[in-house]
């Protein structure tokens, strides 16, 4: 599904927020001092944020965009640059109402890709804890929406894209380095990004 297609299955199973101007989206990216992947800026333009809820009882926020924070403030209540706290480029994008967050790094952010980042509050800051659990936000959405609320990437037989580790940032502010496992390969070759 593309994502106008993902929105209109959302708008008519879940309580949607009104859209943002495109004005509004870039008022909000200055105040961020980050620019959003395609995708997302798309995806605001269509609702800011929604309410999910599912039969089983799960119960989902995607963050209105004016009300997006960095994930170290939602988890930890503090926004110090500690950076072994989680890098100051991380922001909740998904409240999935039991301390943890679906977060977006943007220094990952290209037109088409960014890292979409499962945030435990449990082990929040431990090296190697947070997985990508998707590329793009709309592949986020697309899964999301497809296992009816169920944590996809938390399942057994999901395959993250890779973990970060907090303890080897080479400078302030700088982005994580990421590990990717590399399929096949047992033990899992670990592959440095910058």
């Known amino acids: 599904m593309n994502l106008e297609q993902l929105v209109e299955k959302l708008q008519s199973e879940h309580e949607v927020n009104p859209p943002l101007a495109q004005s509004q989206i870039e008022e909000i990216e200055e105040r961020l001092g980050h620019h959003l992947p395609t995708d997302l800026k798309q995806f605001y333009g269509f609702c800011n ?6 039969d089983v009882g ?52 290209s037109d088409s890709t960014c890292n979409i980042i499962d945030c435990c509050h449990e082990s929040f800051g431990s090296s190697g804890d947070s997985a990508v659990i998707a590329e793009s936000f709309t592949e986020f959405l697309e899964q999301f929406l497809n296992t009816q609320g169920q944590a996809f990437w938390l399942q057994p037989d999901f395959k993250c894209y890779g973990r970060y580790n907090y303890y080897s940032l080479p400078e302030p502010n700088h982005a994580n380095h990421l590990y990717r496992k590399q399929v096949g390969d047992f033990p899992p070759k670990v592959v440095q990004e910058d």
Do not use: H
């Open 58 to 109: 799960n119960f989902y926020r995607i963050i209105p965009l004016d009300m997006v924070r960095r994930v170290r403030v939602e988890i930890l209540g503090e926004d110090e640059d500690k950076d072994e706290w989680a890098p100051p480029a991380w922001y909740a994008l998904c409240d999935v109402q039991d301390g943890d967050y679906i977060a977006l790094d943007f220094e990952s952010v």
């Open 49 to 54: 944020g929604a309410t999910m809820t599912w």
